[in-house]
């Protein structure tokens, strides 16, 4: 049986894959949890063949991942970077994350609150337990990552979903112009408000990958 190892973006937590893992029993399930909200869980890779499945930060982070096992990664709402610079214009100022940070001491709940309600969330619930260190350790990670030039080792390894209304703008083209990408409608919370279609969209690459 096939694997699929799970990692959630900033602001979330494992459960943030529930709906679409409903969707996709039939393969068996590893979960990431960055310890934003509680404990941190970092489960070995899988010994045996798997997928690994990134939303926003988190597909930036496995496109780092390195394991004889790895079947490809399948980025939703992904990029590469996200802060701008001279040869990434549609990256965020990195300003903005560094506000964010100072603004984590001072008031988690609205930072988190205001971030998800500008990925699409309309009434957020946020978890009882803020770890603000985790939050600001992931946003100063974030505001100097850049995957691009780990792209090519992947070869045809990558597949990209992501949505032309994605309010994320490192997020609306994906991992970029190179890799096979489909655009889905409905912006930053794919795996949330269309889990169905993201669970079609796994199923097809796993199928057609002869390896898996």
């Known amino acids: 049986m096939t694997t699929l190892y799970f990692l959630h973006g900033w602001g979330y937590d494992a459960s943030f894959w529930a709906p679409l893992r409903s969707h996709l029993s039939e393969l068996r399930h590893v979960c990431e949890d960055a310890g934003y909200f509680g404990p941190a869980s970092r489960p070995a890779?899988?010994?045996?063949?798997?997928?690994?499945?990134?939303?926003?930060?988190?597909?930036?982070?496995?496109?780092?991942?390195?394991?004889?096992?790895?079947?490809?990664?399948i980025s939703i709402n992904g990029f590469?970077?996200?802060?701008?610079?001279?040869?990434?214009?549609?990256?965020?100022?990195?300003?903005?994350?560094?506000?964010?940070?100072?603004?984590?001491?001072?008031?988690?709940?609205?930072v988190l609150h205001q971030f998800r309600q500008m990925c699409g969330e309309t009434d957020p619930a946020l978890p009882a337990t803020v770890n603000r260190e985790a939050l600001k350790a992931g946003l100063s990670t974030l505001a100097s990552m850049d995957h691009r030039s780990l792209l090519p080792r992947w070869g045809g390894r990558l597949h990209s979903l992501h949505s032309?209304?994605?309010?994320?703008?490192?997020?609306?083209?994906?991992?970029?112009?190179?890799?096979?990408?489909?655009?889905?409608?409905?912006?930053?919370?794919?795996?949330?408000?269309?889990?169905?279609?993201?669970?079609?969209?796994?199923?097809?690459i796993i199928r057609d990958t002869p390896s898996a």
């Open 80 to 110: 590469a970077r996200f802060t701008s610079a001279e040869d990434f214009p549609k990256g965020v100022p990195e300003r903005i994350l560094q506000r964010m940070i100072r603004q984590l001491d001072r008031q988690p709940e609205t």
């Open 164 to 204: 032309p209304d994605d309010p994320l703008s490192p997020a609306r083209n994906g991992l970029g112009p190179h890799v096979p990408g489909i655009t889905l409608p409905g912006g930053h919370l794919l795996p949330l408000t269309h889990p169905q279609d993201c669970a079609a969209l796994l199923k097809r």
């Open 45 to 73: 890779l899988p010994e045996t063949p798997f997928w690994a499945i990134g939303h926003s930060a988190g597909a930036c982070s496995l496109l780092a991942l390195d394991s004889p096992h790895c079947l490809g990664l």
